[in-house]
C-alpha cells in the first residue's frame, strides 16, 4: 500500500514558514495584505475565497475581500485593479476565476494587468517569462505547493523521470518547468499524446491534471511510483474524486495524494506564501518602509 502524502501534513509546514515571514514583517511595520477580487456569484468561488480569508486571518495576513456584481464590465473591473496596483498597503491582488461568461473571453487581459510584484497566483506574463528562464518570482501556487511537497517528503526530483498529463497554464506547463529547475527529465503529455499509457509507464513522478475522474488506472503506472492527484471532479453531490482510481493506483505505487486532502490544501498555503514574498520584496524596493 502506498505512502499517503497528506495534504494537510505538508500545508501545515508551508503555513507555519509564511506566518514567521508575517512575523519578520511586522515587526519592521509592515502588515502583509492580500486584496481578493470575486465577479459575480459562483458557489465554488465563494467557497474558495472564504478558505483564503480564513487562512490569512489564521496566519495575520490581513485581507479585503472585494465582491463585485454579475454585471460588471471589464472596464470596471480593470479600474478596480489599477486601484489596487496603486495602493502601498497591498501586497498581493488575485481575481478568482472563472470570471463571469460575458467577461471570460478577457481573461488575458485582466490577469496581466495586475502589477506583476502582486501577483500572487503567479499568472502574468512576467512572472510566466521568469519561470520559464529560471528567474526567481512569484510562481503558480499549485504547482509550487506540489514541488514543496515533494521536497518535504524526500522524494527525489534530480534524475527523475516526471510525466505530466495536462498542459494547462495553471498547473501542467508552470510544473514541468518547476521539475526541470530541479533537474528532473519531463514528459509533457495532453490529449493528443500517443502511446499515453505506454509513457505513464516510465514514470518515477507522475502528475495527473488532465479533468476526468479516475483516468489514471493502475495498469498504467509502474511499482512505486509517486502519484500526485491535481484533479477535483464532482461525480455525485457529496463525492468528490481525482484523475487518479485512487483505491486500485495506491496499491501500485510508493507514494501517492488523495482526493480530497492533498493537492488543494497546498495551494492555499502557497498562497500565503507568495503574499508574504511579494510583501517582503516590495518592502524591499520601497527602502524598508
Same mark, same amino acid.
Given at each position: 500500500?502506498?505512502? /499517503? =502524502?497528506?495534504?494537510?501534513?505538508?500545508?501545515?509546514?508551508?503555513?507555519?514558514?509564511?506566518?514567521?515571514?508575517?512575523?519578520?514583517?511586522?515587526?519592521?511595520?509592515?502588515?502583509?495584505?492580500?486584496?481578493? /477580487?470575486?465577479?459575480?456569484? +459562483?458557489?465554488? *468561488?465563494?467557497?474558495?475565497?472564504?478558505?483564503?480569508?480564513?487562512?490569512?486571518?489564521?496566519?495575520?495576513? =490581513? *485581507? +479585503?475581500?472585494?465582491? !463585485?456584481?454579475?454585471?460588471?464590465?471589464?472596464?470596471? $473591473? !480593470?479600474?478596480?485593479?489599477?486601484?489596487?496596483?496603486?495602493?502601498?498597503?497591498?501586497?498581493?491582488?488575485?481575481?478568482?476565476?472563472?470570471?463571469?461568461? &460575458?467577461?471570460?473571453? @478577457?481573461?488575458?487581459?485582466?490577469?496581466?494587468? #495586475?502589477?506583476?510584484?502582486? +501577483?500572487?497566483?503567479?499568472?502574468?506574463?512576467?512572472?510566466?517569462?521568469?519561470?520559464?528562464?529560471?528567474?526567481?518570482?512569484?510562481?503558480?501556487?499549485?504547482?509550487?505547493?506540489?514541488?514543496?511537497? !515533494? %521536497?518535504?517528503?524526500? /522524494?527525489?526530483?534530480?534524475?527523475?523521470?516526471?510525466?505530466?498529463?495536462?498542459? *494547462?497554464? #495553471?498547473?501542467?506547463?508552470?510544473?514541468?518547468?518547476? =521539475? =526541470?529547475?530541479?533537474?528532473?527529465?519531463?514528459?509533457?503529455?495532453?490529449?493528443?499524446?500517443?502511446? $499515453?499509457?505506454?509513457?505513464?509507464?516510465?514514470?518515477?513522478?507522475?502528475?495527473?491534471?488532465?479533468?476526468?475522474? @479516475?483516468?489514471?488506472?493502475?495498469?498504467?503506472?509502474?511499482?512505486?511510483?509517486?502519484?500526485?492527484?491535481?484533479? #477535483?471532479?464532482?461525480?455525485?453531490?457529496?463525492?468528490?474524486?481525482?484523475?487518479?482510481?485512487?483505491?486500485?493506483?495506491?496499491?501500485?505505487?510508493?507514494?501517492?495524494?488523495?482526493?480530497?486532502?492533498?493537492?488543494? $490544501? !497546498?495551494?492555499? &498555503?502557497?498562497?500565503?506564501?507568495?503574499?508574504?514574498?511579494?510583501?517582503?520584496?516590495?518592502? %524591499?524596493?520601497?527602502?524598508?518602509?
Amino acid at each position: 500500500m502506498a505512502r /499517503i =502524502l497528506n495534504g494537510k501534513e505538508f500545508a501545515a509546514r508551508m503555513k507555519e514558514n509564511a506566518a514567521q515571514g508575517v512575523r519578520a514583517l511586522r515587526t519592521c511595520g509592515v502588515h502583509p495584505r492580500l486584496a481578493v /477580487i470575486i465577479v459575480g456569484n +459562483d458557489p465554488a *468561488s465563494e467557497v474558495y475565497v472564504r478558505n483564503k480569508q480564513k487562512t490569512c486571518e489564521e496566519l495575520g495576513i =490581513l *485581507s +479585503d475581500h472585494i465582491a !463585485l456584481p454579475e454585471e460588471t464590465t471589464c472596464a470596471e $473591473l !480593470l479600474a478596480c485593479i489599477d486601484e489596487l496596483n496603486a495602493d502601498e498597503e497591498v501586497h498581493g491582488i488575485l481575481v478568482q476565476l472563472p470570471l463571469p461568461a &460575458a467577461l471570460a473571453a @478577457r481573461e488575458e487581459e485582466v490577469l496581466s494587468r #495586475i502589477d506583476p510584484r502582486k +501577483d500572487v497566483d503567479g499568472f502574468h506574463p512576467v512572472n510566466v517569462g521568469h519561470l520559464f528562464i529560471g528567474v526567481p518570482g512569484l510562481r503558480p501556487c499549485t504547482p509550487a505547493g506540489c514541488v514543496r511537497m !515533494l %521536497e518535504y517528503a524526500d /522524494i527525489t526530483i534530480e534524475g527523475a523521470n516526471a510525466v505530466i498529463i495536462g498542459r *494547462s497554464n #495553471i498547473v501542467g506547463k508552470p510544473m514541468a518547468h518547476l =521539475l =526541470l529547475e530541479r533537474h528532473a527529465t519531463v514528459t509533457l503529455c495532453h490529449s493528443r499524446t500517443k502511446n $499515453l499509457a505506454e509513457i505513464v509507464r516510465t514514470a518515477d513522478i507522475l502528475v495527473a491534471a488532465v479533468g476526468r475522474p @479516475r483516468f489514471v488506472t493502475a495498469d498504467m503506472v509502474k511499482p512505486g511510483v509517486t502519484v500526485i492527484d491535481v484533479g #477535483i471532479n464532482r461525480i455525485a453531490p457529496k463525492q468528490l474524486v481525482g484523475d487518479v482510481d485512487f483505491d486500485a493506483v495506491s496499491k501500485v505505487a510508493g507514494a501517492i495524494t488523495p482526493v480530497p486532502g492533498g493537492v488543494g $490544501l !497546498l495551494t492555499v &498555503a502557497m498562497l500565503m506564501e507568495n503574499v508574504v514574498q511579494a510583501a517582503k520584496v516590495q518592502t %524591499e524596493e520601497r527602502g524598508g518602509r
